[in-house]
């Protein structure tokens, strides 16, 4: 089974983009990849990502956040500013559970096991979704530990309150993306639902944690933290970047060797539970 480009609703009745694929001999084990900020499920090597688990025998979910700026048309460009101003950390942990009634609508589950990989913010989310029984267990790839520290602080937040909006800078696409002062609100008055440390101290399924010594986005002591927190497994990889070396568009027919290197290391992990 090969589903391609496939409609889910997501948070806040928005519908994005879901694809899944099985292997040829698919036994019991699927993988759930939630994508990071500014992101989405074809950006650079994740299409290869997905081959790689394939090839490997565990089935491979991937989907667009609802709110990530994409749209059902225009999946890869930012095109409905309005939907990434509008998103939400809690829109986010919607999607998860979204994707995951998808799932049990379009997919025999018995006996199967679902394994959520987060990259990023996606980390984040991941470990956010964790205790959902469905779960059996989590991998984060570069991923965040808090999220309070991403905001603007200071006389930066106080702007944002007034204006109402504050903008990111795409460095792909050279837009500057919106984000609604609701963003924040929303996590002021979610805090105890998305404290990413409070839920990885309560974590009982297995967790592996990876990152790379190189990452210039989230730094590793991130992932060291949620290591302590979740006694998972970390492996820190050398010489790879946030992306673990890849990039947006990739082009190549191989994973980088760094990206490679993770996908082994989940794979064993997964293989193992």
């Known amino acids: 089974m090969k589903l391609v480009n496939k409609i889910y609703v997501g948070a806040n009745a928005r519908e994005s983009l879901i694809d899944f694929e099985t292997p040829d001999n698919f036994y019991e084990n699927i993988v759930v990849f939630i994508h990071g900020y500014k992101g989405f499920k074809d950006w650079g090597a994740w ?13 491979f979910c991937k989907f667009n956040i609802s709110h990530n700026g994409g749209t059902i048309n225009n999946p890869i460009d930012f095109t409905d500013l309005n939907a990434f101003a509008n998103n939400r950390y809690t829109y986010e942990l ?3 559970q979204q994707v995951l009634s998808w799932l049990e609508k379009n997919v025999d589950l018995s006996d199967k096991k679902i394994h959520l990989i ?3 913010r996606g980390g984040g989310i991941a470990v956010l979704s964790a205790l959902d029984s469905r779960i059996s267990s989590v991998t984060t790839w570069a991923g965040i530990s808090d999220i309070e520290s991403r905001f603007p602080k200071g006389d930066d937040l106080k702007k944002w309150k007034k204006e109402g909006l504050y903008t990111v800078l795409n460095s792909r696409t050279k ?18 639902r998305l404290d990413i440390e409070a839920i990885a101290s309560k974590i009982e399924i ?12 989230v730094h590793v002591s991130e992932s060291e933290k949620l290591s302590n927190l979740t006694n998972g497994k970390l492996f820190i990889i050398n010489d790879a970047s946030h992306t673990f070396n890849t990039h947006h568009p990739y082009n190549e027919k191989d994973l980088p060797n760094k990206l490679n290197e993770a996908c082994n290391l989940t794979m064993q992990f997964i293989s193992r539970i």
């Open 175 to 192: 837009q500057n993306l919106p984000h609604d002062y609701a963003f924040y609100e929303d996590w002021k008055n979610n805090k105890e």
């Open 206 to 217: 297995p967790i592996l944690h990876i990152h790379g010594d190189n990452d210039n986005a």
């Open 118 to 120: 987060g990259h990023s």
């Open 94 to 96: 919607e999607d998860v």
């Open 47 to 59: 299409n290869l990502v997905q081959d790689y688990f394939v090839s490997g025998g565990v089935a």
